[in-house]
């Protein structure tokens, strides 16, 4: 370690800041700093989180790190720690720009947070913590983003759904080790993380599925789950968290993984938020699980503190975009009670301890990347409007295997149905009730103020390409149940939790962008436990499609596939079973992705012959309008590079990850490959693809046959 030594007065007038949030800024000319031993001894204090960057400015990157205490006596009398952090241009740290004395609160779980500023665009830098003389285990590595203006390729990665007990995240350490071993023009510039980046229940694996790590009982926690005959994915003794201590224990497991920390070390990181960061299935301070839920706005509050706390962000300094003020902010505690959600105003949003909750934190905020990417990270959970299907609309619907597309389109449009005459009842078979919606605001998954920012960042936006961060899926995933003869179904949509639970604000969005005229937006989603790629149509149930916009969809990290959450749903009926899995020659094939992309009929007929003359014939081009791909058998996470030229995205999956797969990282099983050229505006995406290196997903790997 350079330099001498100093004392603690010493120390103290380095603090640019009080404890939480630092800032520290580039010295104009390199210098060598003085560290010293402060006055614990070595080995007094450890950092079993790691470290790790976030949302790079031009000219700024926060870092991030926790540290704890080993021997209590080290810390302050109030159990605070004081922390040193250093940045260089070199990994030897010979060239330091940023020396900055911080403080981890123990009000803050001794996490810590530091915005460093006055740094050079386009430029990798290395950083550091320590604490008196024990250091962070590993230098991090981040990178700045170039000025605005600037031309030059961006390539980043994105990864969403990494449950701790599924699975392990040798997609991680996979995606980590080729960076490495990459040349400098092909490296990831930064990771984007769409959420479910811990999941707030324990024993969240079915029991009859190994699970790959125990989280273990949380500090407070619901009463231990006792199984009874229903949602048999969660085991027994499960719980949800419900206290901020048990969001963070949850946040400390996680990031004890040797996988994860590597990544974080490695890359810049860029966040939003999914459910499982607060409550499965998440909508405002709703707690949902497996009926309609009950308030829980101090859980939501909780939930939003963790986050700020584990989760590094540029919120509260996120500059303007285009004039455009950042309406992201750093967590603001608010006093508040599990009171009933009472009124709501015309955006859907509900008063009161409800609002309260939600205004501890706003994360929905823009990142830009020269000339070539403005990114639109969007908060699709804590504005969005309760879900139409609830317990009442279940009832209703008793029979129907999805959710009807007609009844979830119905009661989304609320007041505003049939041109503003919505009907008194809703009726499903020979079953009717009264609509529930009919007095209310069409749903919404941004709310009002989102809603209206998005479209001003996406109006304004100068860049080649428009990536918005969607962490829940627009891209069609439906049922043709129309297409089965005889058996009186209707259409219906596969999961309402994601955007198609939310078609009217959807719809509104595409036709904005196609009467704007804004071209070049690519929605990069997670959140449904698959690779898909697809179009964005307007109107999916228009006579002629008009597709203003491409999504690419990426895997879970280490979540349940989403293949084997519908062959389980479906194992105990054997005609529905087949449309999902398939026996043949090969072993049990992934037919779930050709009965989403090609329609029931499809994937029911190739249980019993492998004509493509009949395939053809019975195939529906538009079982899910504007869905072109789907793994759903799959892991893994996605590359995706952007030119003045094209896009190009790269589905890459490692298959199984319920075995470590130690520090070499999963083996790819197979890559996706997708292209995307720029389009003008008022006109439609052509998309490319797949191309695949290794063995394609069912139906891609079907052999054609004749007769």
């Not at 990114?375 to 969005?384: A, K, P």
Request: charged share 25%; aromatic share 10%; with cysteine.
């Amino acid at each position: 370690m350079p330099g001498g030594s100093f004392n603690r007065r010493e120390f103290l007038k380095l603090f640019g800041a009080t404890a939480g949030c630092f800032v520290a800024t580039a010295a104009a000319a390199p210098f060598v700093p003085r560290l010293g031993t402060a006055r614990a001894a070595p080995g007094a204090f450890h950092f079993p989180q790691g470290l790790a960057s976030a949302d790079p400015q031009p000219d700024a990157v926060m870092l991030w790190t926790r540290v704890e205490p080993i021997d209590p006596g080290a810390a302050l009398p109030n159990g605070d720690v004081d922390l040193y952090v250093q940045v260089a241009t070199d990994l030897d740290f010979e060239t330091v720009v940023v020396e900055q004395a911080v403080r981890a609160s123990s009000g803050s779980d001794h996490t810590v947070r530091v915005f460093v500023q006055g740094l050079s665009p386009d430029t990798v830098y290395y950083y550091r913590f320590y604490a008196g003389s024990d250091r962070s285990p590993y230098p991090g590595r981040t990178r700045t983003a170039p000025l605005p203006g600037s031309k030059r390729r961006v390539r980043f990665a994105a990864i969403s759904c990494q449950s701790y007990e599924a699975g392990y995240y040798g997609a991680l350490r996979r995606m980590t080790n080729d960076d490495i071993e990459a040349p400098a023009e092909e490296q990831i510039d930064f990771v984007l993380h769409l959420g479910d980046f811990i999941y707030e229940r324990t024993g969240d694996v079915p029991e009859d599925r190994t699970v790959a790590r125990l989280v273990g009982p949380l500090p407070d926690g619901s009463e231990p789950w006792e199984p009874d005959g229903t949602h048999d994915w969660w085991r027994k003794g499960g719980q949800a968290a419900v206290t901020l201590a048990d969001y963070r224990h949850l946040y400390k497991t996680y990031l004890t993984d040797p996988d994860l920390q590597a990544a974080r070390a490695r890359f810049p990181f860029v966040h939003t938020w999914d459910d499982h960061e607060f409550t499965n299935d998440a909508w405002q301070s709703y707690a949902s699980y497996f009926a309609d839920g009950e308030p829980a706005q101090k859980r939501k509050v909780a939930a939003n503190r963790a986050w700020f706390e584990f989760i590094p962000a540029v919120l509260s300094n996120a500059p303007k975009f285009h004039g455009i003020p950042a309406p992201a902010h750093d967590f603001r505690n608010r006093n508040v009670d599990d009171a009933p959600m009472g009124a709501y105003d015309d955006d859907f949003l509900f008063e009161g301890d409800n609002a309260r909750a939600l205004s501890t934190l706003t994360i929905y905020r823009t990142l830009r990347w020269g000339a070539t990417l403005d990114l639109v990270l969007t908060d699709l959970r804590s504005y969005r409007s309760p879900p139409v299907i609830d317990e009442n609309i279940d009832a209703l619907i008793e029979g129907a295997p999805v959710p009807p597309v007609r009844v979830v389109k119905l009661l989304d449009a609320g007041r505003t149905a049939n041109d503003g005459n919505p009907p008194a009842t809703i009726s499903y078979a020979d079953r009717e009730i009264e609509n529930p919606r009919k007095d209310a605001p069409p749903g919404t998954h941004l709310g009002g103020p989102q809603k209206t920012w998005f479209k001003e960042v996406m109006k304004a936006s100068t860049a080649t390409w428009r990536v918005w961060a969607n962490s829940c899926p627009a891209l069609q995933v439906r049922l043709d149940f129309s297409r089965i003869p005889f058996a009186g179904l209707e259409d219906g949509y596969a999961a309402t939790d994601a955007w198609q639970g939310y078609p009217g604000e959807l719809k509104e969005l595409m036709a904005f962008l196609k009467d704007e005229r804004i071209g070049n937006v690519i929605s990069v989603a997670g959140d449904h436990h698959a690779f898909a790629a697809g179009r964005l149509p307007v109107d999916p149930d228009a006579e002629t499609l008009f597709c203003p916009a491409v999504e690419f969809m990426t895997a879970a990290i280490s979540s349940s596939s989403m293949y084997s959450m519908a062959d389980r749903a479906t194992r105990d009926n054997g005609f529905f079973h087949r449309a999902v899995a398939l026996q043949d020659e090969n072993g049990t094939q992934a037919n779930w992705n050709n009965t989403l992309v090609n329609g029931l009929r499809a994937g029911i007929l190739v249980n019993y012959t492998s004509s493509d003359y009949l395939f053809d014939l019975v195939r529906n081009e538009r079982a899910s309008p504007g869905l072109d791909y789907i793994d759903s058998d799959a892991h893994g996470y996605t590359l995706v590079s952007l030119d003045e030229e094209k896009a190009e995205a790269v589905l890459v999956n490692v298959g199984d990850v319920q075995i470590d797969a130690g520090p070499g990282g999963s083996k790819v099983t197979c890559k996706a490959h997708f292209t995307v050229k720029p389009w003008t505006g008022g006109e439609e995406p052509v998309l490319e693809g797949p191309l695949f290196e290794g063995v394609p997903p069912y139906p891609w790997n079907r052999e054609k046959k004749a007769g």
